[in-house]
């Protein structure tokens, strides 16, 4: 076992610092290269689950019971919403009949437009509640029996148009009858919930991710190598074949993936894409160093011998 991370741990250093260690992946037969393919992306796989259960889940939990403080704290202490499984009511009903709820307000963030679900108790005309569906501002408008809002149309591309759903094929709950006075018991319920899921996640989180990031970085293999591959032909570099332009395309991975996962790590609020800028600077900077070595240092390579 030693002597394997030992040997791993030489291979993965050596795609750091040595360009014509790559040279090996191509030559040899792609089980090689597949082998130190699939070991690495389940590590990297299981590093970034590990790194996203220790920093990033407890900030989305802290966040929900930030909000959830939020809601007891704003909800009004006469408003009742109440729903009888074929219509929803809000009362006192003389003062909340025409209601508005401002979701930038609420989340706090200006990224909400339109920001405002409307709930109207009656409309006087329909032509009114089209006006209302249609207002700049307005994210959704329910009634009693119904939600109304603006989509854009498939079948034009660029044009809405207004989608009317019944409540009751969205409330799927039993009638209830909501208060401000009930929802301390619902916060201590679901901050009860969280901290008992809240360790399973983070232990198991993970070892989900390893098996969805082998398979994304597997297939994204095959279009990088492509790319590689009608390349290296119109810039006369010796890989000659798709699959040698795939096998080093695997090794690439490898080493921009450590990289992605260092980057996250320092900066985990980058957006820049880090995969696709590394792997083709570091592929350009082997093929490179392969074609033109006095530059780099190295042995000239003219052509690479086919392998399995």
Do not use: C
């Not at 597949?34 to 990297?44: P, R």
């Amino acid at each position: 076992m030693k002597k394997t991370i030992e040997n791993y741990t030489t291979l993965l250093i050596n795609s750091f610092t040595q360009p014509n260690s790559y040279k090996k992946w191509v030559i040899l037969p792609k089980k090689h290269i597949l082998s130190f393919f699939v070991i690495s992306m389940l590590l990297v796989g299981f590093l970034r689950g590990a790194y996203f259960s220790v920093v990033q889940i407890p900030k989305i939990i802290t966040s929900f019971t930030n909000f959830q403080e939020k809601i007891v704290n704003q909800y009004p202490e006469d408003l009742i919403i109440s729903w009888n499984e074929e219509q929803l009511s809000l009362s006192p009903e003389e003062k909340y009949e025409n209601a508005d709820l401002d979701l930038a307000q609420l989340f706090e963030s200006e990224f909400f437009r339109p920001n405002l679900i409307r709930y109207r108790s009656e409309f006087s005309s329909e032509d009114e509640k089209q006006q209302l569906i249609k207002d700049e501002q307005t994210f959704a408008v329910i009634s009693p029996e119904e939600i109304s809002f603006m989509i854009e149309d498939e079948q034009t591309g660029d044009e809405t148009k207004i989608v009317t759903e019944p409540l009751r094929d969205i409330i799927t709950s039993p009638g209830f009858s909501l208060q401000h006075d009930d929802l301390p018991a619902f916060q201590k319920l679901t901050n009860e919930k969280i901290k008992e899921f809240q360790p399973r996640v983070q232990m198991a989180f993970p070892f989900i991710i390893m098996p969805f990031f082998l398979s994304g970085k597997f297939f994204v293999s095959f279009i990088y190598a492509t790319f590689l591959w009608i390349f290296s032909k119109l810039a006369k570099f010796p890989l000659k074949t798709w699959r040698q332009n795939w096998k080093l395309t695997l090794s690439i991975l490898v080493t921009v993936s450590y990289i992605e996962l260092l980057v996250k790590v320092i900066y985990p609020n980058t957006f820049s894409p880090i995969q696709e800028v590394a792997f083709w600077a570091i592929s350009a900077f082997v093929l490179l160093s392969w074609k033109f070595p006095e530059f780099f240092g190295g042995k000239k390579i003219t052509k690479i011998k086919k392998s399995k």
